[in-house]
């Protein structure tokens, strides 16, 4: 069975600020990891996915995020936030192609002026 | 760019009522699912489909729930007798599922509001 974990439900943080959003999963098996964002109304777009290779992987919107396979983490960074990146965030696994996903919790992004 | 369309946006129900949520998933796809997001939780997949046939189903999908492609392009998700515990917003979504053994990524349609009063 797979879980996600996203530690922080919501993070408040200012306008062109840095921002880290933290996702751990547990698995039995190889994971694909993916992060998707909802915005006000919205369904679920992805911003970038890990299923194999480097372990650094770039998105859309500036987004990044890494996989540690040690720590079993993909946390989501982005050096500079727009208030246009106020959504919700959700960290998501799979374990093959045509599998479900399993979602985290969400966390909720406030940029502030 | 193609996307994953969803019909009704909302939908208001009397407990008892049969639903029928649609979806038109992106038309070269060959997997298709159904997720639900209850106010304040998690979403949770509901249900996979590839082949004309359900390939994958969770413990939230009982008897009340059935799946169709009735046709070449429409998804549908039914609930025989709807439970005030079905209100969620319900998701479609639909992949090219392998690709080299690879997973594709799943493409969300923006939701169903179901509420059942």
Same mark, same amino acid.
């Given at each position: 069975?797979?879980?996600?974990?996203? %530690?922080?439900?919501?993070?408040?943080?200012?306008?062109?600020?840095?921002?880290?959003?933290?996702?751990?999963?547990?698995?039995?098996?190889?994971?694909? %990891?993916?992060?998707?964002?909802?915005?006000?109304?919205?369904? %679920?777009? %992805?911003?970038?996915?890990?299923?194999?290779?480097?372990?650094?992987?770039?998105?859309?919107?500036?987004?990044?995020?890494?996989?540690?396979?040690?720590?079993?983490?993909?946390?989501?960074?982005?050096?500079?936030?727009?208030?246009?990146?106020?959504?919700?965030?959700?960290?998501?696994?799979?374990?093959?192609?045509?599998?479900?996903?399993?979602?985290?919790?969400?966390?909720?992004?406030?940029?502030?002026? | #760019?193609? $996307?994953?369309?969803?019909?009704?946006?909302?939908?208001?129900?009397?407990?008892?009522?049969?639903?029928?949520?649609?979806?038109?998933?992106?038309?070269?796809?060959?997997? *298709?699912?159904?997720?639900?997001?209850?106010?304040? !939780?998690?979403? #949770?997949?509901?249900?996979?489909?590839?082949?004309?046939?359900?390939?994958?189903?969770?413990?939230?999908?009982?008897?009340?729930?059935?799946? #169709?492609?009735?046709?070449?392009?429409?998804?549908?998700?039914?609930?025989?007798?709807?439970?005030? $515990?079905?209100?969620?917003?319900? *998701?479609?979504?639909?992949?090219?599922?392998?690709?080299?053994?690879?997973? $594709?990524? !799943?493409?969300?349609?923006?939701?169903?509001?179901?509420?059942?009063?």
């Amino acid at each position: 069975a797979q879980s996600v974990t996203q %530690l922080d439900s919501q993070v408040p943080v200012f306008e062109e600020a840095p921002v880290e959003l933290r996702c751990n999963y547990s698995s039995s098996v190889s994971v694909y %990891l993916f992060w998707y964002v909802q915005y006000p109304n919205q369904g %679920l777009q %992805l911003l970038l996915k890990y299923l194999s290779g480097s372990t650094l992987v770039k998105g859309i919107n500036g987004f990044e995020a890494e996989f540690n396979k040690s720590q079993t983490s993909f946390h989501l960074r982005k050096p500079s936030v727009h208030i246009s990146d106020t959504a919700e965030y959700f960290c998501a696994v799979s374990g093959a192609a045509g599998n479900k996903l399993t979602f985290g919790g969400g966390t909720r992004v406030l940029v502030k002026p | #760019e193609p $996307e994953v369309t969803q019909t009704p946006s909302h939908q208001v129900t009397q407990m008892g009522q049969e639903v029928i949520l649609r979806c038109v998933p992106i038309s070269n796809h060959l997997y *298709f699912y159904w997720y639900r997001q209850i106010l304040g !939780q998690k979403v #949770e997949f509901l249900v996979s489909f590839y082949n004309n046939e359900i390939s994958e189903k969770s413990e939230i999908f009982d008897d009340q729930f059935s799946v #169709e492609r009735p046709d070449g392009s429409n998804f549908t998700l039914k609930i025989r007798s709807t439970k005030l $515990e079905d209100s969620a917003m319900y *998701f479609c979504a639909s992949s090219d599922g392998l690709a080299g053994g690879v997973q $594709e990524t !799943q493409y969300f349609g923006p939701g169903t509001r179901l509420l059942v009063l």
